[in-house]
Structures are given as structure tokens and as C-alpha cells.
């Protein structure tokens, strides 16, 4: 439906081509919208019926309403290639005053599609399509931007290889600095600096590509401080998402080619397109 509306709005001799040297990236996400009962979907719908909370006035810890429905989304938008190096990204302590941090490139000609009706693989088919329309012959790099929702990259992967697109998919970096701090809590006290310093020295090994040295390491680290099972849950789920995704991990290959690292624009549609738009009233 999204691109129907598009393409009936703009004629598509108005609309942006990939230019020479820019890079094309596509980004898809989701967001919860919470929704009258009867508009749930209905795996949804009977998990609200069969929910039994302790309290009327709220939630408890762990309960879920079942009451939100999700919507997909997807972004389209070009890039001028800016090559970075890790420290353009992150500097340890202390940072060096004599380095001038490189801004990550920009985008241009964005366009967005969402909807709560289409399913997720119905909604990224249509990302390709404006993609391969923005550049029909694959002559430049294609790019996607993810947070670690394996269904979501398995459908863009699919869906470009059937395409014969050679599609270059990462992880989200401020979602990897997330897991990095909530793994930092397990070992130092809440508000201490040098918290700080540890997520910036393991995230610089990150964006050097070594998430799988970081992953072992807070491993040996818990184990060392002999943290029990549940004082080391965030550093094990750190662990895991590391290993789980260290194939969207390679972020010196999208440094070192001008690429972005972070979901920003997809980020900014789900919250004003999403959440300021259609999750107003429920």
C-alpha cells in the first residue's frame, strides 16, 4: 500500500535516482501501537483473553497487556560515502584533544513507508522495490541497517538475493553500546566513571572488529569476579547477542567505506511517524 500511494503521488520523473558516487541504504524496523481489542491481531487477542494480572491499576513486573499491535517500517534514502575510523565513532580515556572527530555522512532524498496492516515480509518488498527502483542496475553499494531482529534481516537478505543485489547488512552500533552498558552494572557500582571507561575500551574493540574477543572476554570477566547466574544475566545476554550477530558485526569494512552504523532514520520514523502519529489515542 505504501508504495502504491507513493507512486500515485509523485510522477516518477520528480522522484530521486542513487547519484554517481553515493551509496544506497535501506533500513527497517518496528513499533508497538496499542490498539482497540477488537483491531488485534488475533494470536494477540487471545493471549489478552487468557491473561489473568494481579492488580487492576497496572502491570506487575513481567506482565504484558497484549495489547499493542505492531507496525513495520521501512526507509529508503541515499549517502555520500564519509570514511571513518573508530575513533571518529568512540574515543577511550582519556580522548585525545588533538583529534578532530570526522561527522558521519549524511541523508539525502529519505522516504519512508509503514504500516500496521502489510505484513513485515510485505512491507520490506516494498523497501526493495523503491530501492531497485532508485538504482535498477545494482551499479552501487547496497546497504542495510538492522537492530538484531533475525526475522527482519532474514526477509531483507532473502528478498535481495532473489533480486541478485549483494546486500551488505550491520547492526545497529548504539544498540551494541546498550547491551555494552547494561553488561558494565554486573561489574562496577551504578553511577561509577569507571563504568564509562570499560563500555569505551570494549566498544572500541567492537568497531575494530573483535566482537567475538569482547564477547569471551566480559564472559571470563563475570566468571573471574564470580558473579552468580543472576547478577551475570545482562553480561551473558551481552555475550550472546555479540555471538548471535557477529556476522552484521563487520563495522571496519563500513568504516573504511564511508558507510553509517546507526538506525537514526528508521529510529526517528518510528517515533514520530509511529508512535506522535498513529499510536495517539488506541
Known sequence: MGSFIVDRFYPDSTRPKVTTDQAL???????????????????TAAKRAKANHKLQSRLSPGEKSHQKRMAEVGAVYGIDPVVRVARDILQAKPADPTWTKKAGPKAVNKWLVASVADSMGD????????????DPQHEHPWVALVD???????HLQEEASARGIDLQVFLDFIHVLEYLWKAAWCFFPTGDPEAETWVL????????????????????????????????????????????????????QALEQGWPIATGIIEGACRHLIKDRFDITG
Open 123 to 134: 512491507v520490506i518488498y516494498q523497501v526493495l522495490e523503491e530501492a531497485e527502483r532508485r
Open 148 to 154: 538484531g531482529n533475525h526475522a527482519q534481516s532474514t
Open 25 to 43: 541504504i535501506l533500513s527497517v524496523d518496528g513499533k508497538g501501537i496499542v490498539m482497540r481489542t477488537k483491531d488485534l491481531r488475533p494470536s
Open 201 to 252: 575500551k570494549q566498544g572500541l574493540e567492537v568497531l575494530q572488529g573483535k566482537s567475538s574477543q569482547v564477547a569471551a572476554a566480559i564472559g571470563r570477566k563475570a566468571t573471574a569476579n564470580e558473579l552468580a547466574p543472576g547478577q551475570r544475566k545482562a553480561v551473558d545476554q551481552c555475550a550472546q547477542y555479540f555471538l548471535k550477530n557477529r556476522q552484521y558485526l563487520h563495522y571496519p
